[in-house]
């Protein structure tokens, strides 16, 4: 049985990245799935074993990966040996390389993004299955993988490079989305490079992260988000998005109800510079915690004329009509009214 798992890539068997030796996945074999099953039952190492507490499924990751993609333990295992030795030119390609030290190279989105098709192209899977991105959007994005977390480039509107976002699914107590270096961080609108060839009046949506914005644009729609995390906004932002009919479209049944709160200051921040905006709220169940564009489209099956159905029955953004808090930062303030552009709440970064 050792013999059988020898030279393989058992993070591919497993579909995850091993942070530490050992993690829990999703059990194929009493079929949990993400977003329904509670809790992952079933331990992998990176010895290349499972073992389910539920079920009691146990074997190699040989056995694993061919359950899962219904084929024989042979192919699976010739499947997994490949990929494994493809792997192994990671420690060449090291030499050459730049990393995660020092100035940001320019060239390293490029980079990333020719690995992601070449060493890495098993981790193609998730970006197209789960995330719901097509080849053309992995492109347009330039999305890549450095080894340990898919990458997502930032420019200015210089189109010069200031930050590679790394994204890490199944973090297990890790942070999800890092930036390349410490001080690289600074939120920033994103795609901003794209955002001057867009003309004044078109309807632009503001969504939560990267993920969802580059999902919307799959599916036709033009989008925007911010780097950073939903609290974060500053003056110069609202400026450079004024000129566009605003659709804010952000999670729904978070901790505190926070994505809809800050949808309405963000909402009352554009009202004040007289800009058209709307706050489309999601038709989500409460089951999803922080639901999102992706559980939207992925998960409850929406398509995107819904979405944009969803869009025009919601009717433009009043102060009048916002009998909800506003958050700014970690404080809940009343609805603003009649407010002028100095009196807006900006929360500077």
């Avoid at 079933?42 to 499972?50: D, K």
Wanted: charged residues 30%; negative net charge; proline residues 4%.
């Amino acid at each position: 049985m050792t013999q059988e798992i020898l030279g393989i890539d058992v993070e591919l068997a497993f579909g995850t990245e091993f942070v530490h030796s050992d993690t829990n996945v999703y059990c194929p074999y009493h079929d949990e799935e993400e977003g329904v099953s509670k809790s992952k039952s079933c331990s992998v190492n990176i010895g290349g074993f499972f073992n389910c507490h539920v079920c009691s499924a146990k074997g190699t990751a040989v056995d694993f990966y061919a359950y899962v993609h219904k084929i024989d333990k042979d192919e699976a295992r010739e499947q997994l040996k490949e990929s494994q030795t493809k792997a192994k030119t990671r420690k060449f390609r090291e030499l050459k390389s730049p990393r995660r030290t020092g100035t940001l190279n320019p060239s390293l989105g490029s980079l990333c993004h020719k690995e992601l098709f070449t060493l890495y192209e098993h981790k193609l899977a998730y970006l197209y299955e789960e995330r719901g991105l097509t080849e053309s959007i992995v492109d347009i994005f330039q999305i890549g993988h450095d080894e340990h977390r898919y990458t997502i480039p930032v420019y200015d509107e210089a189109e010069k490079l200031v930050n590679i976002r790394r994204y890490l699914p199944n973090a297990d107590g890790h942070a999800k989305m890092v930036s390349h270096n410490n001080g690289d961080g600074t939120p920033i609108l994103w795609p901003l490079d794209y955002l001057k060839d867009l003309k004044d009046g078109i309807e632009l949506i503001l969504c939560e992260g990267e993920w969802d914005c580059m999902l919307l644009h799959k599916h036709g729609f033009e989008a925007v988000t911010t780097t950073g995390g939903v609290k974060k906004w500053c003056k110069e932002w609202s400026e450079h998005l004024q000129r566009f009919n605003i659709v804010i479209i952000y999670d729904v049944h978070d901790k505190d109800n926070l994505g809809q709160n800050y949808a309405k200051e963000r909402a009352e921040i554009f009202n004040c510079l007289g800009t058209s905006v709307k706050v489309v709220k999601l038709p989500l169940p409460e089951i999803y915690r922080g639901g999102d564009i992706t559980d939207y489209f992925m998960k409850e099956n929406h398509t995107k004329e819904e979405l944009q159905k969803l869009i025009d029955d919601t009717p433009k953004y009043s102060s009048d009509n916002n009998d909800g808090a506003v958050a700014v930062g970690l404080n809940y303030l009343p609805p603003i009214k009649h407010a002028t552009v100095a009196d807006i709440p900006v929360i500077e970064v």
